[in-house]
Nanobody, 127 residues
Framework: QVQLVESGGGLVQPGGSLRLSCVAS?????????MGWFRQAPGKEREFVAA?????????YYADSVKGRFTISRDNAKNTLYLQMNSLKLEDTAVYYC??????????????????WGQGTQVTVSS
């Protein structure tokens, strides 16, 4: 079993920055072949934000809406996944979820492909 715990959310003004963290336990972090971030705003479906592989050179993937502003990374030594969020916009307001899977797949944006989820951390962008 895998436990994922997010932290780092909060209230920030438009244009500001936050860094989210997700600590994994219960299974060798290296075996979590793909880890990602999703978000869900009130009244909307959960949507893909970013993902990173632990294979194939650590390729990263981003939603078009965050490309150039967000950076995903993982530190295998610390069992931690990060999401650096810069130039935050009002529309980035959502609960952000960490997700992980042990299967190697070529799709990254479908929430159903991830078997492990954190409890979420709230990010609010407001002036």
């Amino acid at each position: 079993q895998v436990q994922l715990v997010e932290s780092g959310g909060g209230l920030v003004q438009p244009g500001g920055s936050l860094r989210l963290s997700c600590v994994a336990s219960g299974r060798t972090f290296f075996n979590l072949l793909t880890m990602g971030w999703f978000r869900q705003a009130p009244g909307k479906e959960r949507e893909f934000v970013a993902a990173v592989n632990n294979w194939g050179g650590g390729t990263t993937y981003y939603a078009d809406s965050v490309k150039g502003r967000f950076t995903i990374s993982r530190d295998n030594a610390k069992n931690t996944l990060y999401l650096q969020m810069n130039s935050l916009k009002l529309e980035d307001t959502a609960v952000y979820y960490c997700a992980a899977r042990t299967a190697a797949k070529n799709s990254y944006t479908t929430a159903g492909d991830y078997g492990y989820w954190g409890q979420g951390t709230q990010v609010t962008v407001s002036s």
